[in-house]
């Protein structure tokens, strides 16, 4: 029996208790997710140790240049204090790992939200405006569309903005123009899911016509058809 | 003690931001040198995490709660998989073996099946509120579906034209959204490194 058969036949009946889910949550769903989440973590952990642990910390603690020794060993003590979060009594001796973990996600996040996505995402809305080098219906045409699609940005962006003044019986509402800017953005929010719907679904029809033919193509195959 | 976490957190993050707006190397070097511990450290968490989840599920088989079997199961699987990863690589082919008979096939049978849980909440969603916003999403969803469709006589006549005037609106509200939660990010990222937001312990 070679690998690629062996592979085929797991992942056949794999797709099939998998797929015995649109009857209703049973236990062969379960068996296979549960053997899923199995596998799946113990690859992670695997990948881990062999792609992050032994060449960014094991390594350099072998090493004879007393540098690298030293920028290997601190990080080598925080990652040992983490098994104190196991213990709920001395739990607090790992907040230090924790602090500088979540201090550089924060950094990360920041430097990465404002010059991956707000800076180049305001840089594009303004490009929509260039007209330069268009002719004149070119130009209204480009025009129409940077103002419907600034619209769409600011008018989805004013119905997240939730501050609102107390009304005469005392329950909180904000103004008019507040309120017509938010029905507008909930309009484009709704198109904007709707598309991403779309995409999604045609995703997962694409999965589904593979998992199908793969499956057709085992059983050719395993025919001799 | 409160206040040397937050010590740690701020400098940690201080000195990484340093890295992205000042182009000097010391700097640098000394932002990459902590990014590398912070990805040690995340790397050896998720480790934890993942010896956590064997405990809560022994945990789970030993006082016999109800799918302890399946338990058992999957801490079976987590230690077979983990031994054999570590002592023979992730690179081996028997650890193909498991993406390829596995891991694949269970994750994209679990996104097969949402044609058809995809379909069952949109016709919730009709049955239980018919609004404006849901006729307008599902309306936006069936044409932007119709569009896309391969067909046999290939792309419907228009449908390009259909498409880019769609997308005119939807990349308006993406942008929207984009922002907004680029904005969100921002302000936790300064609440963690003002000290405000303590996600590591210490209120």
Known sequence: MSIDFLAGLVGLILTLLIFSYLIGDNPLFRLATYLFIGVSSGYAAAAIWHYVLIPKLFNPLRSSDPTQLLLAVLPFILCFTLFAKLLPRISWIGNFAMAILAGVGAATALGGAALGTLIPQSLAAMDMFDLRGLDRAQAFARLVQGAIMLAGTVAALGYFQF??????DGTPKRNAFFEGVAWLGKVFIAITFGTLFAGVYMAALTAMIERLSSMINFIRQLAGI | MRVITAT????????VLLGYFIDADVVRTIGSIITDWAIIIGAFAALIGIINLIFVHMEKFRARQPGGMYSVILVLALILTTGFGLLLGPENPFMRLAIDAIIVPVESALMAILVITLIYASIRLLRRRVDLMSVIFLVIAISVLI?????????????????????????????????????GTLLTGLRVLFGIDRPYGGN
């Open chain 2, 147 to 183: 569009l896309i469709m391969p067909t046999p006589i290939g792309q419907l006549p228009g449908s390009q034209q259909l498409l880019d005037f769609v997308n005119t609106f939807s990349r308006g509200g993406a942008r929207g959204l984009l922002l907004g939660i680029a904005l």
């Open chain 1, 163 to 168: 501050s609102a003044s107390r009304a005469p």
């Open chain 2, 8 to 15: 740690f957190a701020i400098a940690a993050g201080l000195l």
